[in-house]
């Protein structure tokens, strides 16, 4: 067929672009296609917009990828037949740990088992998962065929310990390589690590490959591992053995780990391929866990471990950006939930509050959570398992890394060749989070790199010391000073490398180019240092110096912000005017949705007109808190002033309880008299005076004697006290008089006395009294004396005397006192009326107000106990007091007596007061 026109020749070619188009995109079945020219290069007229942007990669170099950096790693076990079927096991789960808790998932894994090879058919190694991906569904792969490890197969593998031929198997399989382009191709070599687990020694005594006999084996087989040890060497892959039991050759595995590669992560001491044994099995997860994150420049943080049901912990820090909770079930039966540090249960697959969720081995004895992101704290783990399921102790830890962010500042920041330069750093992670806690930076070392045209690299130390140009020790910023080389010409490239445990760098480089000569225009930029809410500003200013001929148009721009915040530069663009030094301020708004903590980033000063050439910057040094509530703004005042209501409530407590105690009448007894005679007596019980108020009646009803009674209805007479202590009744029906304790006063046709009660407001007692005297007596006796009267006399004194006499007498008395006494004889006296009979071999006491006389006459003894002294028996006044009373007696007799004395004696008596009690009035 002819085509005889140029339309239809280009409709052929359009067909024919159409059919080839996605042929060559796909590529040959089974082989990865090769990138296709740009469609700019075949049709060079044609518009830009018509450019196809399907494949980016293949035309330009994409920034590093995110995250932690990959590890190709085989974990080598041995399964020779001096181990028992438990050490087994805890190979497998061992195993199963590190295919599991990897935290890249761009990392590849191996797991080979080794014996040795004695006979025809058996092979020293067994490959029982070849080289994996470690992302999602890889890892579920791992997780299935590391448990081929259980199941030793003695016709395939012989008993012995061939380390040659297994060095030898994972050195081959960490060398195939990597099927990546653009930017991963450039990224650096991906690390080789070989993970040795062992319980014994060389042994290829038997293997026939070796030689003919025993002795000439093992000698081949040492120089055979030397040899492939330094062929690991060659290839860059480290040897980390890890042997356990009783029977291991220490020199041996310190020889496999220093003669591998002696490369390491970082300058991190431990990061360097060392042997470790321990004491069995039981510890390998554990130490072969630890040996692992040493190797690949991660933290293990070591959580609980318990029996299902149950909940474990482990934290995570702050500055982990990516990491793995590893559980160690063993049991597949064991189901497993996790909840992050706010308590909330998260996804095993996805993303969840800026986090991402990946598990893997939920059917396998180890299981695995890795996570981007995670939010620091501490994780809780819960774990279920169905009876039967339950005896084995599950336990859980976490593997992480820290990748962080560098900020850098370079000051100048566009420097002349030659000149010194200072270089800041500072840290944040992946959420944004800027590192201000140096704890969290143990041991970190940084150092910067700076390449550029026309010099070789140089590379310098930054430190966070406090010594200049550092400006405080501990405020996590490192710094460090640099003279560019004097050959620099053009771009500078700037790049920091961070090293600490479980700590790394995202080595993304600062860009910078030399200026020449005096530049025309220079500026600084000053920022405050501010606490601010979301919605506040922090102020700044730029000072500028135009030595140019025209006014230059400057920006200012914020770099490097944290991811999600909302941060605005006003004013953005400023105008410097020529020929001098100008001062602008401006403010930066930190926008209402911007995360609360530290921000991460810079303000700086750009130069449009000079290809955006940063003039200088400045970091952003400011917190982000919560706005203050309203408990926040007065909860000083709230405070204070619930302290003072508290105050005056305890103040009138006590008032209202003081009042309360000095109106109650529990104790006070009502005496009714009549005729200077007692008639009855009421002493008021506990509760039975509401408000300080006590009503009683007078029965006099039927001539009985006349009683006294509480008057429950609410009539009758009413004996009440005052909160200052006074005493006052109301007689039914009458005007209410006031009462003094122990005077009587009219109620009726009788007369009420009232005694005792509760301590009165100056503080002297209605019914005790304490005090002291002395007293001095003359007579020819003392003790106990008995009248013809009613009632009853105790005095205390002291006094001697002898003998027996008759006569009269009388004495006198002043004070109150007391004492003890003692005598010996008898003495009887008559006088008047009345008889008095006395026996001095006892002990007399009494009590008085302070003041008092009376002079026996021989009319005494007619006159009636209560009236002797003109007046009512009364009670003395309460109160503390001192006296000396003096008590004189005489008396004259006549007749024969025995003992120390005469019918005329003296004695002196003195006396100690101490606390009375009763009715003080002298009988």
């Not at 990669?57 to 085989?74: L, N, W, Y």
């Not at 000083?636 to 009138?652: P, S, Y």
């Amino acid at each position: 067929m002819q085509w005889t026109n140029k339309g239809s020749a280009l409709l052929l070619a359009g067909a024919l672009v159409a059919l080839t188009g996605p042929l060559a995109e796909a590529g040959t079945l089974g082989h990865p296609r090769a990138p296709r020219a740009p469609a700019a290069a075949a049709h060079p007229a044609a518009p830009s917009a018509a450019r196809p942007a399907a494949h980016p990669a293949a035309d330009t170099a994409a920034d590093p990828a995110e995250g932690p950096d990959p590890i190709d790693f085989a974990v080598v076990v041995d399964q020779s037949a001096s181990l028992a079927d438990k050490d087994l096991a805890r190979e497998t789960e061992a195993a199963g740990l590190l295919s599991q808790g990897e935290i890249s998932e761009r990392s590849r894994a191996t797991v080979i088992g080794f014996s040795s090879s004695e006979k025809a058919g058996q092979s020293p190694v067994r490959e029982v998962c070849e080289l994996t991906v470690a992302d999602a569904a890889g890892r579920e792969r791992l997780s299935a065929c590391v448990q081929l490890l259980n199941k030793r197969d003695a016709a395939r593998m012989g008993p012995g310990t061939d380390f040659p031929a297994a060095i030898r198997q994972a050195v081959t399989r960490l060398g195939q390589k990597r099927t990546t382009a653009g930017a991963a191709a450039k990224a650096p070599a991906t690390p080789k690590v070989v993970f040795l687990l062992t319980d014994g020694k060389l042994d290829v005594s038997d293997s026939p490959e070796y030689g003919t006999d025993a002795v000439n084996r093992q000698s081949n087989g040492e120089r055979r591992l030397t040899e492939e040890l330094a062929r690991a060497r060659a290839a860059g892959v480290q040897i980390w053995p890890l042997g356990f039991g009783t029977e291991i050759d220490r020199a041996a595995l310190a020889a496999m780990a220093e003669r591998g590669y002696r490369g390491a992560c970082s300058d991190v001491p431990g990061s360097v391929p060392h042997m470790r044994v321990v004491g069995s099995s039981a510890e390998l997860d554990k130490a072969l866990q630890e040996t692992f994150a040493a190797a690949r420049c991660a933290r293990i943080s070591h959580g609980t471990a318990g029996k299902p049901p149950a909940d474990l912990t482990v934290v995570i820090p702050p500055i982990a950006t990516d990491g793995s909770l590893t559980v160690s079930k063993h049991d597949p039966k064991v189901r497993v939930t996790y909840y992050d540090p706010a308590g909330r249960k998260v996804p095993t697959r996805g993303e969840f509050d800026g986090s991402t969720f990946e598990v893997g081995g939920q059917d396998g004895p180890v299981e695995a959570l890795r996570v981007k992101n995670p939010l620091p704290g501490r994780w809780r783990v819960h774990i279920e398992a169905p009876e039967g399921h339950r005896d084995r102790e599950v336990a859980v830890r976490a593997i992480w890394q820290g990748m962080l962010s560098s900020d850098v500042t370079l000051d100048p920041a566009s420097p002349r060749a030659g000149e010194e330069v200072t270089v800041s750093v500072r840290m944040h992670t992946r959420r944004g989070v800027t590192v201000t806690d140096p704890r969290q930076l143990a041991d970190l070392a940084v150092a910067a790199e700076l390449r550029g045209d026309g010099f070789a690299p140089v590379t310098f130390r930054l430190a966070d010391d406090g010594r200049a140009p550092d400006r405080k020790a501990g405020d996590v910023r490192f710094t460090g000073t640099l003279t560019v080389p004097a050959g620099a010409t053009g771009d500078l490239e700037l790049t920091t490398r961070m090293s600490a445990p479980g700590v790394t760098s995202d080595r993304r480089p600062l860009h910078a180019r030399i200026t020449q000569g005096t530049p025309l225009v220079t500026a600084g930029v000053v920022l405050d240092r501010a606490t601010v809410h979301p919605g506040g500003t922090i102020r700044g200013t730029l000072d500028v110096t135009n030595n140019d001929a025209g006014p230059r148009a400057l920006r200012l721009a914020v770099e490097n912000q944290t991811p999600g915040a909302e941060l605005s530069v006003s004013p953005a663009a400023v105008t410097a005017p020529p020929g001098g030094s100008t001062r602008i301020p401006f403010t930066v708004t930190v926008g209402g949705g911007t995360p609360l903590g530290e921000l991460g980033g810079r303000i700086a000063a750009l130069d449009p007109g000079d290809g955006e050439r940063v003039l200088d910057d400045a970091f952003l040094e400011v917190l982000v808190v919560a706005p203050p509530t309203w408990w926040d703004r007065w909860w000083k005042a709230v405070v204070g002033g619930a302290a003072v209501l508290v105050l005056i409530g305890v103040f009138l407590a006590i008032q209202i309880m003081v009042r309360r105690r000095r109106r109650d009448l529990t104790g006070v007894t009502i005496e009714l008299r009549a005729d200077g005679r007692a008639l009855d007596r009421l002493t008021i019980g506990r509760g039975q005076s509401t408000r300080g108020s006590f009503a009683f009646a007078i029965d006099d009803m039927g001539g009985a004697p006349p009683t006294l009674h509480r008057a429950r209805n609410g009539g009758g007479h009413v004996l009440r006290r005052t909160g200052t202590g006074q005493m006052l009744l109301r007689p039914r029906g009458g005007t209410q008089i006031s009462l003094r304790p122990g005077e009587p006063a009219g109620l009726d046709t009788y007369e009420i006395v009232v005694r005792g009660g509760a301590t009165s407001r100056n503080g002297r007692s209605g019914r005790s009294r304490t005090g002291s005297g002395s007293g001095y007596g003359s007579g020819t006796d003392s003790g106990f004396g008995m009248d013809d009267g009613s009632g009853f006399d105790t005095d205390d004194g002291f006094g001697t005397g002898g003998g027996f006499g008759f006569g009269t007498g009388g004495g006198s008395g002043s004070g109150s006192g007391s004492g003890f006494g003692t005598g010996g004889g008898s003495d009887f006296r008559s006088g008047g009326g009345g008889t008095d009979s006395r026996t001095g071999d006892g002990s007399r006491s009494r009590t008085g107000d302070g003041a008092g006389s009376r002079t026996r006459t021989d009319r005494e003894g007619r006159i009636p106990r209560q009236r002797r002294f003109g007046r009512p028996w009364r009670s003395g006044r309460s109160g503390g007091t001192t006296d000396n009373p003096t008590t004189t007696g005489t008396g004259t007799g006549t007749g024969r007596g025995t003992g120390n004395g005469s019918g005329d004696g003296s004695g002196l008596s003195t006396g100690t007061g101490g606390t009375t009690a009763g009715d003080p009035d002298l009988f």
